[in-house]
């Protein structure tokens, strides 16, 4: 249902563009937004963004990561400048989705993203 790319590897500075994907069976897609794990951490808040494009950013990349979305394309994005080594993580996306039959049980499905690699170098 959602899929990451854009991941890589960047030096310490640069900058890196994630985009995610939702696909299937969509009546509508909610509050879509990026998550981030790095190795031994727990997974934290980067931002998040609603279908009115209200955003919200957590505290670990405010100011240096700036969230969009296209819903016509049911896609989010993330982008990130002023990268640091710290930010080397698996960043996940995560939307919630109102398919065709959530839409006629009167409900909605939060799903996950397989989660892309990025490293930064020092």
């Known amino acids: 249902q959602l899929q990451a790319s854009g991941g890589g590897v960047a030096q310490t500075g640069g900058s890196l563009r994630l985009s995610c994907a939702a696909s299937?069976?969509?009546?509508?897609?909610?509050?879509m937004g990026w998550y981030r794990q790095a190795p031994g951490k727990q997974r934290e808040l980067v931002a998040t963004i609603s279908a009115a494009h209200n955003e919200n950013y957590g505290d670990s990349m405010r100011g240096r990561a700036t969230i969009s979305r296209d819903n016509a394309k049911n896609t989010v994005y993330l982008q990130m400048i002023s990268l640091k080594p710290e930010d080397t993580a698996v960043y996940y996306c995560?939307?919630?989705?109102?398919?065709?039959?959530?839409?006629?049980?009167?409900?909605?499905?939060?799903?996950w993203g397989q989660g892309t690699l990025v490293t930064v170098s020092s």
């Open positions: 995560n939307a919630d989705i109102e398919s065709y039959r959530d839409h006629a049980e009167g409900s909605m499905s939060k799903y």
């Open positions: 299937g069976p969509i009546y509508s897609v909610a509050v």
